[in-house]
């Protein structure tokens, strides 16, 4: 069985046992889950070369950027994206890891905000008028804290008739 196949049926079941309608969102949780299933994606290497490993580290990466001589705006995008991808991930999967290890406050705080930057980005750079609905990274942020939900149902109900994901344990 595929992977992004299995992601993207247990989450598409999951929104529906959960009532929630976007199928935007949905597909863009499953390709998360597909993305985070190699370690390189979820802990990107930095410009500096280090490998990124906490939200903090991301958040460094973010001012290390700004200092950089070949700054580029579509970096800063890309890795304000991934601070909302990885805290989204953290707290949909490893909720209680994140809950021990951390705030989950905080978590919450800096993936809206990672999501927020990324959707005001897209709609001031792209799209001039906003779709019926909102962006998804604006709906992201918006709902982060119901996603971070629907995913940890996700791993609890779906996870366990699926292929060997010892990574998720």
Same mark, same amino acid.
């Given at each position: ?33 597909? $993305? ?5 994606? /979820? *802990?990107?290497? =930095?410009?500096?070369?280090? !490998?990124? %490993? ?26 304000? $994206? ?5 805290? /989204? *991930?953290?707290? =949909?999967?490893?909720?209680? !890891?994140? %809950? ?26 792209? $799209? ?9 990274? =604006?709906?992201?942020?918006? !709902?982060? %804290? ?24």
């Amino acid at each position: 069985m595929e992977l992004r196949s299995f992601f993207d049926r247990a989450v598409r079941a999951s929104f529906r046992d959960l009532a929630l309608h976007d199928d935007a969102a949905a597909g863009y949780l499953a390709d998360l889950l597909t $993305r985070f299933a190699r370690t390189e994606q /979820l *802990f990107p290497h =930095g410009i500096t070369g280090q !490998r990124l %490993e906490t939200v903090v580290d991301l958040l460094l990466e973010t001012q290390a950027l700004w200092q950089d001589a070949s700054f580029s705006p579509e970096r800063e995008v890309a890795v304000r $994206r991934h601070i909302g991808d990885y805290t /989204l *991930f953290m707290l =949909g999967v490893f909720r209680e !890891r994140v %809950e021990r290890m951390a705030s989950s406050g905080y978590y919450v705080t800096q993936g809206r905000r990672a999501y927020r930057f990324v959707s005001e980005h897209d709609r001031a750079s792209a $799209r001039p008028v906003r779709p019926a609905g909102g962006t998804l990274f =604006g709906r992201l942020a918006d !709902r982060f %804290e119901g996603y971070a939900r629907a995913l940890d149902y996700t791993r609890r109900v779906h996870f366990a008739t699926g292929p060997s994901l010892s990574f998720l344990t």
